[in-house]
């Protein structure tokens, strides 16, 4: 009687397969969270580029207003915090805004700024915000220290484009 003896596999020539699969799972992953980051950032001003804010610009910021404030923490999948400030801001003038730039100051106990994020409120695509008219906002931040008082942030307008 005969018995058949069948070789053993040879598993290792499976693991340079399994490793490239492995980076592959990897790299996709990696490559769609930098996309998510990307468009977390939507409303972040172009690098370098700043609204003008000459004399008609700043003489016109008292008409502008922020109201109903309200701050709001969120953690996604990845276990990353982040803090959403929104509001409305209100248009008291006559003119058209077509442009506006923020400024958030987060301060600590001492009364030292410990964060200062500027942002677009309203950019080139967005609808313009008429004379006597209003607008919710949304500012997402990505990371606020944690010396932060947990107050309010200060809101400056440091940008504006009108009509």
Do not use: C
């Not at 001492?110 to 949304?138: C, H, K, M, N, Y």
Request: charged fraction near 20%; avoid cysteine; proline fraction near 5%.
């Amino acid at each position: 009687m005969e018995t058949e003896v069948s070789a053993p596999r040879d598993d290792r020539s499976r693991l340079p397969v399994a490793f490239a699969a492995g980076a592959g799972v990897v790299l996709l992953l990696l490559g769609a969270l930098l996309l998510v980051m990307r468009t977390m950032k939507s409303h972040e001003p172009a690098a370098g580029v700043r609204l003008p804010f000459a004399t008609a610009e700043q003489e016109y910021t008292g008409h502008i207003h922020f109201m109903n404030i309200q701050l709001a923490k969120a953690t996604n999948m990845l276990n990353q915090e982040f803090t959403y400030v929104s509001g409305v801001v209100s248009n008291d003038g006559v003119r058209t805004i077509r442009g506006l730039e923020v400024t958030l100051e987060f301060r600590d106990p001492f009364d030292q700024v410990v964060l200062r994020e500027t942002e677009r409120l309203i950019g080139a695509g967005a609808v313009p915000l008429g004379g006597g008219a209003r607008r919710d906002f949304q500012v997402t931040l990505e990371h606020v220290p944690a010396e932060w008082n947990q107050q309010y942030p200060a809101i400056h307008v440091t940008g504006l484009v009108l009509d």
